[in-house]
């Protein structure tokens, strides 16, 4: 579970700080909103958060798996395999898809809060 919450708004510009597992005594993590450039992004890793390189060859095993369960059922909709790995960050990734869930709803939210397990 992550808590965010919205700590300045400037010419389209939010900040935002988020606590892994609601956790409002350690050092907050930080994400900017910029409406401007339509841009989001992790400015500051929480202390409570961490970070993992998942390789082209991680991902494609799963989209392997992925198509092997399609093609079982009879699809022919197949994932495309991709040729470069991404950062998962554990905690900062669900606090950013809640804010653009929010912002999708109409207007940057204040505050929200996310939990996935």
Do not use: C
């Amino acid at each position: 579970m992550v808590k965010f919450e919205l700590v300045t708004s400037e010419n389209g510009t939010y900040t935002y700080h988020y606590y892994p597992e609601g956790d409002f005594t350690s050092e907050p993590g930080v994400i900017e909103l910029n409406l401007k450039n339509e841009s989001i992004y992790l400015v500051k890793l929480a202390d409570r958060d961490f970070e993992r390189y998942v390789t082209a060859e991680e991902r494609n095993s799963l989209i392997k798996s992925l198509n092997d369960m399609i093609a079982e059922e009879g699809g022919n909709d197949f994932e495309e395999y991709v040729s470069e790995g991404y950062t998962r960050r554990f905690y900062a990734d669900q606090a950013i898809s809640g804010i653009i869930d929010g912002l999708e709803k109409g207007n940057p939210p204040e505050n929200g809060m996310r939990a996935w397990y």
